[in-house]
């Protein structure tokens, strides 16, 4: 595989940009295929598991899940998650985004007890790499390990926020990962975690 240019490059990191700005203004469906078609074309410059192909990855799952388009964004998220995985290591801050991801997907699917153990593992990952002050894992709601069938308000009993919040960079929903999350995101586990007591 020959290197790409960098005319190339940048214009598939300004179609990135695009894609983006699509879903600012909530076109998501247009969006994902502008996402599509760069995981399509850096896959091809750059390999299926380079950080950027997975980036764009990423957005494109991520407009997929916000066009209630769930199994193609778990699919999406999975691979993803899968990518990341093997090139940054399980328990990097990048592949648990996308496992986080991969849980609200899940749980917009129906499958809440499935949601629930991943959100399980993700905050339990998060504990184990980064320590249980990390913003990272101070910023879930919910201990879901802790919690299990406890439902909304005595998961939220468990929060913890950080004395500092970090202040989050323009157009990011998490503070510490170069990932968005939508707000909704930070109040999942406890819904999962309720549901999947519902469903059991």
């Known amino acids: 595989m020959s290197a790409p240019t960098s005319e ?32 399509r074309d850096r896959g091809r410059v750059l390999g299926a598991d380079h950080p950027d192909t997975l980036a764009s990855r990423y957005e494109l799952a991520f407009a997929l899940a916000r066009s209630d388009r769930h199994a193609d964004a778990l ?7 899968e990518g990341r995985a093997r090139t940054l290591g399980t328990d990097h801050a990048d592949t648990l985004a996308a496992r986080q991801e991969t849980a609200y997907v899940l749980g917009g699917l129906g499958r809440h007890a499935e949601a629930h153990s991943v959100y399980a593992a993700v905050l339990a990952a998060r504990e184990r790499s980064m320590g249980a002050e990390h913003p990272d894992t101070l910023r ?31 157009g990011c929903w998490a503070p510490t990962t170069p990932t968005r999350s939508p707000p909704a995101t930070r109040w999942r586990t406890s819904w999962a975690g309720s549901a999947a007591g519902r469903t059991r």
């Open 8 to 39: 190339l490059l940048a214009v598939l990191a300004g179609r990135h940009r695009a894609g983006l700005g699509l879903g600012r203004l909530g076109r998501w469906e247009e969006a994902a295929e502008v996402h599509r078609t760069v995981v």
């Open 75 to 81: 699919r999406e998220f999975g691979g993803v998650s």
């Open 140 to 170: 879930w709601p919910a201990q879901p390990g802790l919690h299990p069938r406890g439902g909304w308000g005595a998961s939220r009993r468990r929060t913890r926020r950080p004395a500092r919040w970090p202040t989050p960079a323009p």
